[in-house]
């Protein structure tokens, strides 16, 4: 058990350790993707009409519509004579026997 968790920390170390030393390199490899793609970004225009954050800006009126409006109950009815319903359900007798 001991053996196992000495080769964990064997292996997490030497990844941490290629981390570490890679470190400066990525940073500025980061920092000069930041600075190149920045130039890249659009320019924001102001808004137009009322401001959004503004509490006594007018909006359209909110409307409701039902969600279950065209909902008809589908439970169950009195039961029909069987006998009746399979009759109608069976295919028709043929007349050449």
């Known amino acids: 058990m001991f053996t196992q968790f000495g080769a964990k920390l064997a292996a997490v170390r030497s990844v941490a350790a290629g981390v ?12 000069l993707g930041t600075l190149t ?3 890249c970004l659009p ?17 359209a009126g909110v409307g409701y519509r039902s969600t279950v409006a065209p909902y008809s109950s589908l439970r169950p009815a009195a039961p029909a004579p ?3 319903q ?3 359900a069976a295919p028709a ?5």
Not at 20 to 31: E, I, N, Y
Not at 93 to 97: A, E, F, G, V
Request: proline share 12%; charged share 30%.
């Open 93 to 97: 007798p043929k007349s050449d026997r």
């Open 43 to 59: 320019t924001t225009v102001p808004l137009v009409g009322a401001d959004p954050a503004d509490p006594s800006a007018r909006v």
């Open 20 to 31: 570490f030393r890679s470190r400066p390199a990525m940073l500025a490899a980061v920092s």
């Open 82 to 84: 069987w006998r009746e």
């Open 37 to 39: 793609l920045g130039g």
């Open 86 to 88: 399979n009759d109608r």
